[in-house]
Structures are given as structure tokens and as C-alpha cells.
Nanobody
Framework: VQLQASGGGLVQAGGSLRLSCAAS??????????MGWFRQPPGKEREFLVH????????EYLDSVKGRFSISRDNAKNTIYLQMNNLKPEDTGVYFC????????????WGQGTLVTVSS
């Protein structure tokens, strides 16, 4: 399974960005349970951000992004989206797409990451 993230960039504080992550499984249908995002702020450890299950009935967010970020999933496209609104400088970091939750904060597949920079 390969994960391809896109949508990162530079935005001013208060602005919005939308990240996408497409899963490919060598021509097969991707049936992974949870997909989501981690992020790694500059000089800090990687942190869990959000994930969503396949049926879109279970979502968990990092407290600091609740009400500002929204995740959605399109199984027909094997893609998840992260709508990020009211961005803050502390949201700056590399955002990693993940798939197939194996428990705790562990995932079997990781994308390469996309950089989000929020200027003040």
C-alpha cells in the first residue's frame, strides 16, 4: 500500500488548507480500517492528529485542532481529506498520512509527508 499526500503549502494565520491522501494497493481495492494524519512540528516529536474509520462513524482528533480541522473519507477514491481552518503558526509542521491502525498510535503504512507552514 502506498500513500500519497498533497495539499501542503504556505498560508497566513487564520487561513485554510485542504490536505488529501490517496491510498493505492497495486490495483486492488484498499480496505484498510482507519486512515488519518500525524504531524511533526519543527524540532518536536511526531504527534497524532486525527483518524477516521472506514465507515466514517468513528473519528478522533487531537484536542488542539478540534473545531478547526475536519477529516473526511471517500472510500470509492481510497482518499481522505483534511480540511484545516483558522490555521495558527503552531500548526506548522510536516503532515504525514497514515493507514491501517494496529493499536495505540501505531499504523502499518505511512506516507512521505507534506509541509504546512503557517505564517503569523
Amino acid at each position: 500500500v502506498q500513500l500519497q499526500a498533497s495539499g501542503g503549502g504556505l498560508v497566513q494565520a487564520g487561513g485554510s488548507l485542504r490536505l488529501s491522501c490517496a491510498a493505492s494497493a497495486s490495483g486492488r481495492t484498499f480496505t484498510g480500517n482507519y486512515m488519518g494524519w500525524f504531524r511533526q512540528p519543527p524540532g518536536k516529536e511526531r504527534e497524532f492528529l486525527v483518524h477516521i474509520n472506514r465507515s466514517n462513524t468513528s473519528v478522533e482528533y487531537l484536542d488542539s485542532v478540534k473545531g478547526r480541522f475536519s477529516i473526511s473519507r471517500d472510500n470509492a477514491k481510497n482518499t481522505i481529506y483534511l480540511q484545516m481552518n483558522n490555521l495558527k503558526p503552531e500548526d506548522t509542521g510536516v503532515y504525514f498520512c497514515v493507514a491501517v491502525w494496529t493499536g495505540g498510535k501505531k499504523y502499518k503504512y505511512w506516507g512521505q509527508g507534506t509541509l504546512v507552514t503557517v505564517s503569523s
